[in-house]
């Protein structure tokens, strides 16, 4: 490595120059992923994508920041801007809480203001991270042939297993709803929204290489759960395949992750997208609203009653929910519905 010119890395679409620093130390997060981006994010030490103009009064740089942002940059009683302006010789203008638009850096010198932005970023970033999702990509499984198998599926477990533990009509997948979850996104504004759809309609040409312009054939067919105790489960899912056995709906699933933690977007948790479509969730017994998250790793474990599974498995082991064609991958927000009961789109691209 050439010592003279450390490496570049990518942060959220703006590239920085590394270094070697002390590391910082951080709060424990659950996921290990969260841990190395941040440590990654406290290495940074320039700026080469902000513009800093020079004015009359010396050195100003705006940047783009989600309002939800702007506490963690103000801190408790304005201590962590005060300390940020002090530390590089610089004034920082922000926003009123809720109200979108950019934070100016000001100062009498080039180097502060870099040093201030860069300092910036990585306070936005990491406590981006301690954000809840608001939107994933999805999958739709909601096609009526599906939602009919479904609803069988449910109406013979509540018939046939409702006496074993925790197996209650309120831990099922509304059916409108049924999907399986590609990635999640915390977009904390309309223009990270707007960004996102941009990014997706990105990969509309690399889907359609894969499908060869075709909707993808498939088959809902079986069921599996979470965990490695089939007495204590929190979720079971159906199993979804390619018709032609190819791993298609996989690779398109992880170009897909691919593309969104390449422009910052997404926050890779698996080395492969873990497909599945959720069909009881004991989330739901609290929270009918609630989304599933993509994968065990993510799902909360307090307050949960787990159910007993090995009846149903059993039994129903082998279940055909139906097949169709899946033409469609979607921006999906959480928390939301669409005139058919599915959740609003925030953008979509077609296979065909």
Not at 119 to 125: D, P
Not at 274 to 300: C, I, W, Y
Not at 335 to 340: A, G, N
Request: net charge neutral.
């Amino acid at each position: 490595m050439d010592i003279l010119r450390p490496p570049l890395i990518n942060i959220r679409g703006r590239i920085y120059r590394r270094n070697i620093v002390k590391e910082q130390r951080y709060e424990e997060e659950e996921d290990f992923s969260y841990m190395a981006s941040r440590r990654r994010l406290s290495q940074c030490l320039h700026c080469d994508t902000h513009f800093i103009e020079q004015t009359d009064k010396g050195f100003r740089c705006a940047i783009e920041v989600p309002s939800v942002l702007y506490k963690y940059i103000i801190g408790k009683k304005g201590e962590t801007r005060k300390r940020l302006e002090f530390d590089t010789n610089t004034s920082i203008s922000i926003p009123k809480q809720g109200v979108e638009g950019q934070i100016v850096i000001t100062g009498p010198n080039k180097a502060g203001v870099s040093s201030a932005v860069t300092r910036v970023e990585v306070l936005v970033e990491s406590f981006r991270k301690k954000q809840p999702f608001t939107h994933f990509l999805s999958f739709p499984l909601n096609n009526p042939d599906i939602q009919e198998g479904f609803l069988r599926f449910k109406e013979d477990v509540l018939q046939q297993c409702s006496k074993d533990h925790g197996v209650e009509e309120s831990i099922f997948q509304n059916p409108a709803k049924l999907h399986l979850t590609i990635g999640t996104l915390a977009l904390l504004s309309d223009v990270e929204v707007r960004k996102a759809s941009e990014h997706l309609q990105e990969c509309q040409n690399i889907i359609r290489d894969l499908t060869e312009g075709k909707p993808l054939p498939l088959e809902v067919t079986g069921i599996e759960y979470m965990n490695d105790d089939p007495a204590m489960v929190d979720v079971l899912y159906a199993k979804v395949t390619v018709k032609d056995g190819s791993n298609k709906l996989q690779v398109i699933a992880d170009r897909l992750v691919e593309h969104f933690v390449s422009v910052g977007l997404m926050i890779r948790e698996w080395d492969r997208v873990k497909l599945h479509g959720t069909l009881m969730n004991t989330l739901f017994r609290r929270d009918s609203t609630v989304e599933d998250t993509g994968g065990p790793g993510r799902q909360a474990t307090s307050e949960r009653e787990s159910f007993d599974a090995r009846n149903i498995l059993k039994k129903f082991g082998a279940h055909r929910f139906g097949a169709f064609d899946l033409n469609t991958v979607l921006l999906s927000q959480r928390y939301s519905c669409d005139c058919t009961g599915y959740y609003t789109s925030a953008g979509s691209i077609n296979f065909s």
